[in-house]
């Protein structure tokens, strides 16, 4: 249907929820599979990151690196609420969900996977955003051994999507300390132990790229958290 | 019942209704049999549960920028004097204030000012969870919005989730009784509309009207003049009153 104006009016506009989330990503494997989306867009204006090779995980290995490019695996790791949901660590009823994504590897990947996304978004009436890649600009808040305590969602052919663990996540939360990640802290329920290992790596972020302020502030939080036996 | 359980079923009611009105909740919205949720009595109810979820909070402010116009504005303000406890007063106050600093409407000035007899002498986050202890308190205050500092309700900075809102089609699809308030942008017309649709009660007079939506008698006349004239209402006189009634 269009308007007099010749604008697309579309009553399709879906909201992530996980059944969704799923489709899409799995989608996105399917569309990767047959030589992603081809169009000229650009890219927007994220540099990719250099995860460094301890970063990189599973696909840095020789046999892959064999293949063709066509071939090698694509690996996501989602952070924030999507994580949260689909790892069954934050309650289902939550707000609609963006879909933030932290690492790609290969860093080259990001393009293609984000061609796909909006690919599979338009086919599926999900917001544009759907797929949010703003997050692998803060590579530094995810604490080191992220890589083998990342929890598998699924793989859908070349795409293979991972999601932080729970230990991660809480890092995450209490280094954003909005009240919404208080919220989802609550819900986590932090343990004695995930202070202490969230404190060792908040302690470890001095001097990189997030700011002191939110460094102090984290720390705080961190001591004064009340944990409920 | 208890009182937890109590507070988690009205507050899943609260997030189903938003879901039916349009926002991104992971929730069905509340069922189609229902009648659409009366939007302003929605933001009462978000003002009195708004310090136990900070979503609800940020997507009825992403939820009001893009569909302010749905508001009847007087029937807000006089909801807010006559049903709204003052102590929840501050939290819609400043949820309406920040819908009018960013989207730079007047829209909401009554409203506001209705809120702004009840701001609270001493200051506190709005949140829950940002009250759980004196250094969350201190970081609250730290990062509050400037706004939120005038209402003594301490809340950050945040963007509106314009994406997590759904397109007027649907919304108008979903919820047919919004017509009215969308054809009359949320005006006295809209307010007189509702009050009659939601109880016949409301028409059996001007000061009747004028009391329920905040208004004079003279504007609520004017008002269904022009109701009467594009035959919304009816209108005939019992006795002294003029009672109005919605056309069939």
């Known amino acids: 249907m269009c308007s007099a104006s010749g604008q697309a009016i579309t009553m399709r506009h879906r909201f992530l929820d996980m059944p969704l989330l799923e489709s899409a990503l799995k989608r996105i494997g399917e569309v990767l599979a047959n030589g992603g989306n081809r169009s000229t867009r650009q890219p927007a204006k994220i540099v990719p990151v250099d995860f460094g090779p301890s970063d990189l995980g599973p696909i840095k290995s020789g046999p892959v690196e064999s293949r063709p490019v066509e071939s090698r695996p694509i690996e996501l790791l989602l952070v924030g609420g999507a994580a949260g949901l689909l790892t069954g660590l934050l309650p289902a009823s939550r707000t609609t969900l963006d879909c933030d994504v932290m690492v790609y590897a290969p860093p080259t990947a990001w393009h293609e996977v984000e061609q796909a996304a909006h690919a599979v978004g338009r086919e599926l009436g999900l917001p544009t955003s759907w797929l949010n890649s703003v997050a692998q600009m803060r590579i530094d808040s995810l604490p080191g051994g992220w890589q083998d305590r990342r929890v598998l969602i699924g793989k859908f052919g070349r795409l293979h999507v991972w999601a932080i663990s729970r230990v991660d996540l809480i890092a995450m939360k209490f280094i954003a300390h909005r009240a919404q990640d208080l919220e989802d802290l609550v819900s986590l329920n932090v343990k004695a132990e995930d202070l202490a290992f969230v404190e060792r790596f908040v302690q470890s972020l001095r001097g990189k790229r997030t700011p002191p302020q939110e460094v102090d502030e984290a720390i705080e939080i961190l001591r004064d958290w009340q944990v409920i036996a | 019942m208890n009182a937890n359980a109590r507070g988690q079923v009205a507050h899943d009611e609260l997030i189903a209704r938003w879901a039916r009105a349009g926002a991104g909740f992971n929730v069905p919205p509340a069922p189609s049999s229902e009648q659409s949720p009366d939007l302003e009595r929605l933001l009462l109810e978000t003002a009195r549960q708004a310090r136990g979820d ?53 829209r909401f000035n009554g409203a506001i000012r209705a809120c702004a007899d009840s701001i609270p002498s001493v200051g506190e986050p709005l949140f829950d969870v940002e009250s759980r202890s004196e250094v969350l308190r201190r970081i609250a205050r730290d990062r509050a919005m400037q706004i939120s500092l005038r209402w003594n309700r301490w809340v950050a900075d945040f963007e509106f989730k314009e994406d997590a809102i759904r397109p007027p089609l649907w919304v108008m699809q979903q919820n047919p009784e919004y017509v009215d308030r969308a054809e009359f942008k949320g005006d006295l017309r809209a307010s007189i509309l509702i009050e009659i649709r939601n109880d016949a009660e409301a028409g059996a007079s001007e000061q009747e009207l004028a009391r329920r939506c905040g208004a004079t008698r003279p504007a609520v006349r004017a008002a269904l003049a022009g109701l009467e004239l594009a035959k919304r209402i009816d209108r005939e006189h019992r006795g002294v009153r003029h009672a109005a009634m919605l056309s069939v």
């Not at chain 2, 609800?56 to 508001?71: E, H, K, N, P, Q």
């Open chain 2, 54 to 106: 900070s979503r609800v909070f940020i997507m009825a402010a992403s939820w009001l920028a893009r569909y302010a116009t749905l508001i009847a504005k007087h029937r807000l303000r006089a909801m807010i004097v006559h049903e709204l406890e003052p102590s929840h007063r501050a939290a819609l106050g400043l949820l309406l204030d920040i819908v009018h600093h960013k989207l730079k409407t007047d």
